[in-house]
């Protein structure tokens, strides 16, 4: 009796003791999302970087501003919902201390109309609605200058502004709107710019249902941003390489079917 509980007390201790390491070596972040594709693949990322200790917990954000202006204030470690000029953007108007770490998908984002089945069949006049952020109202404006609707300056980079459109045959009337409200804009308008996000949300196929759709290449990528003083941080890491796996990116092509593209 006495050789039998000699040989399992180690065991028991041993047990303990790698059950109470593996704890203390767990670790938990809050990210912040924006609800729809962005919250959706990372509830296929939290189970994989559990698995390496790193406990998920996401915050949903219904715009695109907050969620820069929690991780700047450490609120949260980590945001996953924009693209490198808008976050370029952000930094330069308000000096966040924020830089990304990884790349994420791409949401080429579409021209939706409930009115037109072409945006040729837009009357001279007709009012567009696009978001009055400068990086998502640039896009729409650099798509439809890509697509013959307008001209615009030389020389306006990823950022151009109604101010920056030369040429306007049709007249277009670009009514600015909150990204996040553009989906109700449909109504009011001849057409709307809406981000994918916001379109799925409003039961929108972002695929079938533009009359006009971005080139999905180009520098509007997603990423994984963090504040820059965590960036040795050995959970960022960890975050990034649960992203970036196969079973990640099978999710995104199963689920969205070409609404959303990996982009690692």
């Given at each position: 009796m006495e050789t039998k509980m000699s040989f399992r007390l180690p065991l028991i201790l041993a047990t303990v003791l790698a059950a109470w390491s593996a704890a203390a070596s767990g670790e938990t972040i809050k990210i912040g999302v924006t609800p729809g594709p962005h919250a959706q693949i990372f509830e296929a990322v939290k189970p994989i970087a559990a698995?390496?200790?790193?406990?998920?917990?996401l915050i949903e954000f219904s715009d695109y501003v907050v969620p820069n202006a929690a991780l700047d204030a450490g609120e949260i470690q980590a945001n996953s919902?924009?693209?490198q000029p808008y976050l370029d953007?952000?930094?330069?108007?308000?000096?966040?201390k924020i830089e990304a770490v990884g790349l994420t998908v791409n949401?080429?984002?579409?021209?939706?109309?409930?009115k037109h089945k072409a945006f040729a069949d837009i009357p001279e006049g007709g009012k567009v609605s696009i978001p009055n952020d400068p990086t998502n109202g640039g896009r729409v404006l650099l798509l439809l200058r890509d697509k013959g609707a307008i001209k615009l300056k030389d020389g306006t980079g990823f950022k151009p502004t109604v101010l920056d459109i030369t040429e306007n045959p049709k007249k277009l009337k670009f009514?600015?709107?909150d990204a996040a409200q553009a989906p109700r804009a449909l109504d009011d308008v001849d057409a709307a710019a809406i981000n994918t996000n916001y379109a799925t949300q409003a039961g929108?196929?972002?695929v079938k249902d533009p009359i006009l759709r971005e080139d999905p290449k180009g520098p509007y990528v997603n990423l994984i941003a963090i504040r820059t003083v965590d960036k040795d941080k050995p959970w960022v890491k960890i975050l990034?390489?649960?992203?970036?796996?196969?079973?990640?990116?099978e999710f995104v092509l199963t689920k969205f079917k070409g609404a959303v593209?990996?982009?690692w």
């Open positions: 698995k390496q200790g790193l406990d998920i917990q919902f924009q693209n953007n952000q930094k330069a108007d308000r000096g966040y949401f080429p984002i579409g021209v939706y109309s409930k009514i600015e709107v929108l196929d972002p990034v390489d649960s992203y970036h796996t196969a079973e990640v990116k593209l990996p982009s």
